[in-house]
């Protein structure tokens, strides 16, 4: 996979790379992955974030994490620090809106995971986009002429995951999105 990160990194204008494990995957090998990948992430400028493992984003020196439990927010900010960046997946307003309160760096709508299309998350990118001001990112199936869209209606990030077929769509994506 690191190879398939310095392509994209070297392709496209990428403001993030977000490591995701398999839940299955032990503590140790979970981090020897973060400290190979994310020194070369930033060094590129691009931000490093790892999901969901709190201590694994701490030890590796990843500038921050990304949670898909609003309720871990609290947790994560006092081990990490005010200046990680720490974001949270939501497909629930209320949630949304108390852990951008909170000091949320960004808010996501959609799974990162999910290859449906990202039409359910634009209900909630058309309410979030006028009101708040913390950033959004729209994750879900992305292609080329959906990422425009995204952003026409206020998405401030588009995610693209490399491991399905947005991977090799990313030079479109980032060139419809004006980074390529």
Known sequence: MAAEIT??????????VLLRFDPALSDR??????????????KAGAAFLVANRVEIAAEAGADGVHLDDAAEFDAARRRL?????IGVGSADPDDAMTVAEAGADYVA?????DPAPVEPAIELLAWWAPVMTVPCVIAG???????K???NLGADFVAVSLAGPD???LPE???ALGGG
């Open 141 to 147: 199936a992305v292609d080329a002429a959906s990422a």
């Open 7 to 16: 392509a994209a990194l070297a392709a496209a204008d990428i403001a993030c």
């Open 29 to 42: 090998d979970a981090l020897a992955a973060a400290r190979r990948l994310g020194p070369p992430v930033q």
């Open 149 to 151: 869209r995204l952003a």
């Open 173 to 175: 994506i980032a060139t």
């Open 167 to 169: 991977g090799a769509r």
């Open 109 to 113: 709508f959609g799974r990162f995971d």
């Open 81 to 85: 620090g005010k200046d990680a960046s």
